[in-house]
């Protein structure tokens, strides 16, 4: 049975709000120094990056509309299969400035779909 695409852009929102609370608080000196936020968003990236992977083999046309899809899964790729050189510096960087735009597409892809 073939997945709805909405559940791969819930997936995807729901990781966006999770890695966004796991820094509430943390600045950029913080971060490196916290070694379980960093698992969880590292994991929570993962997801997003597999995510839209499935969704971009489900759904092309839908997930051409995310920016950046092709960076995002080879980001997802870079913390799984090179995860002993990982940049803590790149991952708060991605945290910062590519979470919130990527959460308001997923967000108003979903309000589209008529799934929020």
Do not use: C
């Amino acid at each position: 049975m073939q997945r709805d695409p909405r559940a791969f852009l819930w997936d995807v929102r729901e990781s966006a709000v999770q890695i966004q609370t796991f820094v509430n608080g943390m600045d950029a000196p913080a971060y490196p120094a916290n070694a379980m936020a960093q698992a969880a968003v590292e994991r929570k990236f993962e997801i997003i990056g597999e995510a839209l992977n499935q969704l971009a083999k489900l759904d092309a046309a839908l997930a051409a509309r995310i920016s950046d899809l092709p960076k995002i899964v080879a980001f997802r790729n870079q913390l799984i299969h090179g995860y002993a050189s990982v940049n803590v510096s790149t991952v708060w960087n991605v945290v910062q400035v590519s979470v919130p735009p990527l959460l308001a597409q997923t967000m108003a892809l979903l309000d589209e779909l008529g799934t929020a």
